[in-house]
């Protein structure tokens, strides 16, 4: 069947960088791309942006450039965030998804969101 | 950018009541809509995409419509495990935006 796995929580200091991945298994890797979806504590769904799991390129939301880059590795089949400089504000749980019948959706398959908590 | 508003932002329900969530655009975005369910501690779940159509293993209480600017999700009789937030997400030019969402609570 089809999942997403995701890395664990994550505690860092403001300033300093995370990667979070997100691990695709029961499909062709290269089937959907991967989008990132952010919830901050107690807030709704933001879109971050998506990466071609064919070509590479990501694509990044307002608000979500700079600081963010999307990446891949295919040979392990895993898409990866990076967030750079972190500040108190990125604190949330962030979720990869992919997948589905439509493209003009975010996914029917979704990670289980990893939480990273910027705390000094 | 084409901003998605939801209404209402809670809604108080009971069991076997037909409920009915709006999702308003500020654009025109054809029927490139879908809604999703989420319970506190888990990932949204897929339930409707392009407007109106369902997504596989999806209950069929569950229903939308709409088109252009203006969408509904319905639920035809809440059951227990229907209280969550919803929320709608629009796609266009490559790009999705989410509603705010709306919150089902048990009366």
């Known amino acids: 069947q089809v999942q997403l796995v995701q890395s664990g929580s994550e505690l860092k200091k403001p300033g300093a960088s995370v990667k979070v991945s997100c691990k695709a298994s029961?499909?062709?890797?290269?089937?959907?791309?991967i989008n990132w979806v952010r919830q901050a504590p107690g807030e709704g769904l933001e879109w971050m942006g998506w990466i071609n799991t064919n070509t590479g390129n990501p694509a990044y939301a307002q608000g979500f450039t700079g600081r963010f880059v999307f990446s891949l590795d295919t040979s392990v089949s895993t898409a990866y965030m990076q967030i750079s400089s972190l500040k108190a504000e990125d604190t949330a749980i962030y979720y990869c998804?992919?997948?589905?019948?439509?493209?003009?959706?975010?996914?029917?398959?979704w990670g289980q969101g990893t939480v990273v908590t910027v705390s000094s | 950018d084409i901003q998605m508003t939801q209404s209402p932002s809670t809604l108080s329900a009971s069991v076997g009541d037909r409920v009915t969530i709006t999702c308003r655009a500020s654009q025109s975005i054809s029927t490139w809509l879908a809604w999703y369910q989420q319970k506190p501690g888990k990932a949204p779940n897929l339930l409707i995409y392009?407007?109106?159509s369902l997504e596989s293993g999806v209950p069929s209480r569950f229903s939308g419509s709409g088109s252009g600017t203006e969408f509904t999700l319905t639920i035809s009789s809440l059951q227990p495990d229907d209280f969550a937030t919803y929320y709608c997400?629009?796609?266009?030019?490559?790009?999705?935006?989410f509603g705010q969402g709306t919150k089902l609570e048990i009366k």
């Open positions: 392009k407007a109106s």
């Open positions: 029961g499909y062709t890797f290269t089937t959907y791309g």
């Open positions: 998804a992919s997948g589905g019948v439509s493209a003009t959706t975010i996914g029917v398959y």
């Open positions: 997400q629009q796609y266009s030019s490559n790009l999705y935006t």
